[in-house]
Each structure stands twice: as structure tokens, then as C-alpha cells.
């Protein structure tokens, strides 16, 4: 059990990497089924894969389970190859922690059988941050928005990287919630002024520290 609750209306960094510092994505088809579980997985309801969510709304005469609630709203997200960042609102009691371990669970499970694979693939359960004052928030969120920029990523896995900023660049949110995602670029005056906001956090970061290989831990920006 945690330490600390996870109260339903605050908000949350969550983050976690592959056991033993693997990457936990190998192609882009992995990225692209890893969006999709997010997508899928934010409801109430168990599923259990996404491929008997599928039927089951095939099957499905109505459009019901489209409007589900769902558990959490994501708010900005980063995936590098080895890694997450995710920016999560807890939307109803118990929601980040159903959401992540059907994340967890039912990314593993697609992963271990197209590898060919046992056991876990995430190290351990996921990790949480409470953001209990408004410029932590600020500092995190540009952090989670485009956490790649910390890190020296080789060439060959760019393809490998899905982040938030594109969506907040565009004004355009299809995994971040369209809610959460026109508050920020109202409170920040727009996109061009939430993109200057978030590579000056990873300007400062980078200066502090340079770009951190993918095999070391990330330093998490130090509290307000």
C-alpha cells in the first residue's frame, strides 16, 4: 500500500521503466499499441485485452461504452524508448491506480507474447508524485511535456518517442484531455507561450546536469 493516498481532483507525476533498464518499446507499432492501451484502458469497466474490447463494441448495438468515464484525465505524457512520464488528474477514487495497472498489465501481456517473453516488464508498480503547489505543477508539466529533451537518445530510437508537446503546439488533443489540455494553453496565454515555458524548463535541466544517457535514472526536477 502507498504511503500517501492518492486523492480523487489532484494531480499526479507518474512514472515508471523497464525492469532491469530495457526498453519497453522496440518499434513504433509498440509506441502506436502503447497510445492506444491508454486510450482503451481509461474506463471503469475491466477489459481485458484490447482485442475483447474491440469485439465487445462491435458487438454492441449502441454507442454506450464510448462514453464510459473514464478513470483519469491526462494532462501531458512522455514516452521515450525505456520509459514513461505521464501528467495524470485522478477523476474518480482509486482511478490512477486501475488505469496503470491495466496499462501495465495489458501492455505487458501484448508485449511478452509478441516477443515470445515471460514475466515483468515494467520495474515494479509505477511511481507517483503528489504536484501539491502550483509551481512544482509548472516545472513538471513542462518536464513530463517533453521529458526526451533531457536525455541523449540515440539516433536510431527517435522513432520511439511520443510526447504531449505536439499536441499542445497544434491545439489539437487526442491522447491529452481536451479539457485539461485548453486550461494550460489558457492559463499560459497559448501554445507559443506553453512552448517557450517548457524548453525553458528543459533548457535549465539540461544545463544543470547535460543530457542523461537512457540507462541512468532520471533526476526529478528538485521541488519549489
Known sequence: MRKQPIITGEYYHIYNRGVDKRDIFNDKKDVDRFIESISDF???????????????QLKSESKALFSKDPLVAIVALCLNPNHFHFLLKQLVDGGIAKFMQKLQGGYTYYFNVKNERSGSLFQGPFKSHHLNNEGYF?????????????????????????????????????VVSKEEGGRILEIFGGSKNFKKHCDEIISIIREERGKTSLTEEDILPDRV
Open 42 to 56: 481509461n474506463q471503469m469497466e475491466g477489459v481485458g485485452s484490447i482485442r475483447d474490447f474491440r469485439n465487445s
Open 138 to 174: 509548472n516545472k513538471i508539466l513542462g518536464y513530463a511535456n517533453k521529458n526526451y529533451g533531457v536525455h541523449d537518445i540515440p539516433k536510431n530510437k527517435m522513432h520511439l518517442i511520443f510526447a504531449s508537446d505536439c499536441e499542445y503546439e497544434n491545439n489539437n488533443f487526442k
